[in-house]
């Protein structure tokens, strides 16, 4: 089955017909949407859209704590009208095209707009901008904050033409800091055929403050899509091997009365039930089985139980505020490190051992998973979710009637076969020996709140090191 780029109609009863073929926008609509757009007194000028996977990390210095599960997608922008960039774009590999980058500068009255589809169904997926680089005022130099603006666009709260089934469906995203902007744009839209129930804002609150504008101490930006857990390989395929839409930078002509956004706090997570109030025997049954594991830890080795760090403090407006880099934080998710600078030694005898509730079995998780880390490079290098996890407690805790709700998932070098166990790799991607590594619980979307669970309503984790 082909996927569909969105055909920008003139009329809204075209929606129902046949869309194009993947990465295909005939000439009449997108002609159509530039029409309306130069009516309504816009340039616009076309970007481009790109994918982001593990591999493409091995030759960069960092790949911000990326969850190996996810596929990013991100838009590329050319200049603004004037604009002069020092750099070039073409040398991060992510673009033909020298001129559109994946950070860009962005005028308080301009806006980025996406008109396309949505993946085939998943786990999850979302959007939302960044804050990315700012310019240190003492140094001159650009540090990579990667700070979230807000809370994101998921596939809970994403207005598209599918209704009550957000997959594959037509949407339209605009990101920008003014409402006049945001309005104007949203007619221009409507007198092409897009009808505004599927139309969303990202907004950019301007007020904390952003240093919005074209010259070269100006913010950096970029608007990046998250894509997790596809249920069929091959429409995920057939999703990435096209672009999935436009991409449109948006300037109006001729300066119009700003009406920025005011600055919206980040939504309150937390449904006032706890995983200990709704499964009130867990924290008990989670203590059974780490006694469970150690009995059966052979003597000659010794455990190491580590640290854990529910990392809440991973929030843009915090990171922005206090100029600390994010890596790309995200209201959806719940971040609990483990074992923070470990080093795995090679053989069977050498290994991690995460003890935990699976958040998506207590409702508190729409989707969640495992991830080790190579933390010189900020690697995430595999992962497991939750349909890996489920069941790998049942050894440890055969008869126990909170045995489905928990797991034990081992992480090795050499698993010697064990199927609850993730090995490590030397190579990339993977972690060289001898070097710091750590461990990543996410949990994501509280299918209740439609955002990231409460760090105080779950469970954390247990870290056990086995060493010889």
């Known amino acids: ?270 449904t006032g039930k706890s995983e200990v109030e709704l499964l009130p025997g867990l924290p008990r049954a989670l203590k059974l089985l780490e006694r469970s594991v150690r009995a059966g830890i052979a003597p000659s080795l010794k455990v190491k139980r580590l640290a854990t760090l529910p990392a809440s403090f991973m929030n843009g407006y915090n990171c922005i505020g206090k100029n600390f880099p994010c890596l790309g934080d995200l209201s959806d998710a719940t971040y609990i490190v483990g074992g923070l600078g470990v080093r795995l030694e090679p053989g069977p005898d050498s290994y991690i051992l995460v003890l935990g509730v699976n958040h998506y079995m207590t409702g508190k998780a729409t989707y969640m998973n495992l991830a080790p880390y190579y933390i010189p490079q900020a690697l995430g290098v595999d992962a497991v979710d939750e349909e890996d996890l489920f069941g790998s407690a049942n050894r440890y805790l055969p008869h126990h009637p909170y045995r489905s709700y928990l797991y034990a998932y081992k992480i090795s070098r050499d698993c010697a076969g064990d199927p609850d166990c993730m090995e490590i790799s030397e190579s990339f991607p993977g972690v060289p020996l001898g070097k710091a590594m750590s461990i990543m619980e996410r949990a994501y979307l509280d299918p209740r709140t439609g955002i990231g669970p409460a760090y105080n309503e779950i469970i954390n984790p247990v870290f056990l090191l086995v060493t010889p």
Do not use: W
Not at 28 to 33: E, F, K, L, N
Not at 47 to 73: A, H, K, M, Q, W
Not at 89 to 101: E, K
């Open 1 to 270: 089955m082909q996927m569909h780029v969105i055909s920008v109609l003139v009329a809204i009863s075209l929606f129902a017909a046949e869309a194009p073929r993947a990465g295909v926008l005939t000439e009449g609509t997108q002609d159509a949407v530039l029409k309306r757009l130069q009516q309504a007194g816009f340039e616009a000028q076309e970007g481009g859209f790109s994918f982001f996977r593990v591999e493409d990390c091995e030759t960069l210095p960092s790949c911000f704590g990326n969850n190996p599960s996810s596929i990013y997608g991100f838009l590329l922008l050319p200049p603004g009208p004037g604009e002069v960039r020092t750099d070039a774009c073409i040398d991060l590999g992510f673009s033909d095209r020298a001129d559109i980058c994946m950070k860009y500068k962005l005028r308080p009255d301009e806006a980025v707009v996406f008109i396309g589809r949505t993946p085939p169904p998943c786990r999850y997926f979302s959007a939302r901008s960044y804050l990315f680089t700012r310019q240190d005022v003492g140094t001159g130099q650009r540090q990579t904050l990667f700070a979230s603006l807000g809370d994101s666009l998921n596939q809970m709260n994403l207005a598209t033409s599918g209704r009550q089934n957000p997959y594959d469906s037509y949407t339209v995203v605009i990101s920008t800091a003014d409402r006049g902007t945001d309005r104007r744009i949203r007619t221009a839209l409507a007198a092409a055929g897009i009808p505004g129930s599927i139309i969303n804002t990202d907004v950019l609150p301007s007020g904390l403050p952003l240093r919005m504008g074209l010259y070269p101490a100006a913010d950096e930006f970029s608007l990046f899509f998250r894509f997790a857990g596809f249920s069929d390989p091959i429409l995920r395929d057939q999703y990435l091997a096209a672009s999935p839409g436009l991409v449109l930078r948006v300037t109006p002509s001729l300066p119009v009365a700003r009406d920025p956004y005011p600055v919206t706090p980040f939504a309150r997570r937390g």
